[in-house]
């Protein structure tokens, strides 16, 4: 089984996967960003062959993985932006794996609300724009709020939600830069994640992440300490449209094997509506969360999924897990932390694991990364407990900068 592993070392997390591939009985071959010599240790000990080489460069690639004189098996990409590359390579070497098109309404968020749609699931009312005047004339229609956001965007980056003329006007002004936009129906309500190991098309693994507050919101206010929450209890009335939406997605875009990411809203009134879709491992450290929730290994779960088309991990959901991001207050390097031993002391044993930005260290750019100043996981198997701590750490645990 050799496996061509775009990215396998940044972000973060790719290191973990290709560790996994590499543990189910894959040769791995890897091409990405920086010389081999910046490898993780992890890494390297994996991987059968590295070529450094720009992603962003489809012919370079290409030629980066001829060079390796090798027969690929698969190919695989969990990083967003080139997810359609590898789909691409695929095609090039004939193999077997997710094609372009069935990518590309991974990627494309018209095109995939036109699918999703296509198939009788609810979306939020939307359209495709290419000029200022396109995006008025959609805004026009769908009717205030509106949300404008690239058609092909990631981290809420260019994302603003429009309460009128005005709003838009103002909107406009600084997505200048994009080439194209998605206006979409503002929908209001919770919001989820719905995220797969699927093999062919059927999920082998399952989860419903809450967030708190809204993305968007989390995004846009800086002292907010946004939650993720993996929920233990899947089952629960509450979810099970937004669960059998999830699956109903998956076959509208023809998902084969691999991970998904969704995201989905449940309105005031009960109503599931579709939000957006990856084909890729969810951000964030959700990962981390969802093998915290079972104890299980769903980095070396999802390579054996792709490579033997099976699935070994124990799902249990003994937990819900909840992860706080923290961003300090001041500028610079970080200067202390407040109420953290005493969070500790109270609530320790729940304490999967703690990684806030210590003393001395620059902050990070908590719009550029939802990781912020640092985070803790926490989990619990009663939900209002996690709640309860998860709000605790973030109105008592305070990091200053200065
Ligand atoms: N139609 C909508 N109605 C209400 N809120 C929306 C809508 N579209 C986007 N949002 C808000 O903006 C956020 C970012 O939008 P979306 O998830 O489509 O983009 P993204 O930048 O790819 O996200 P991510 O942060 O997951 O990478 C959503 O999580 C949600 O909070
Ligand atoms: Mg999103």
Redesign the pocket.
Known sequence: MNVLFLAPNYPPEMQDFTRGLSQVGARVYGIGDGPVGLLSPKVQAALAGYRPGRLHDRDETLRAARSFGVAFDRVECLW?PFVELAADLRECFGIAGMPLDVARGFRD?ELMKERVEAAGLRV?H?ARARTADEVRAAAAKIGFP??V??IA???????F?CDDQGALEAALQVTQHVDEM?V??????E?FTYDTISIDGRPAFENVAW?RP??????SNEWVSPQVVVLRNIDQPELAEGVALGRRVLGALGMGTGYT?M?W?RKANGEV?F??I?ARSP?GHLVDQMNFSSDVDLFREWARAVCWKSFEGRITRDYNVAIIFKRAQGKGRITRIDGLDEFLRKYGPHVATEQLLRPGTRRRDWKQT?LSDGFVVIRHPDLAATLAMADEFGAKVQLFAG
């Open positions: 967003e968020k939020p939307h509106v949300i956001k690239p965007g990631a981290g809420s980056a260019d994302t939600r998605s979409e129906e503002f929908v209001d309500g919001e967030y809204r993305p968007l919101i989390a995004r990411h995201e809203y509506v939000g957006e990856g951000g939802l």
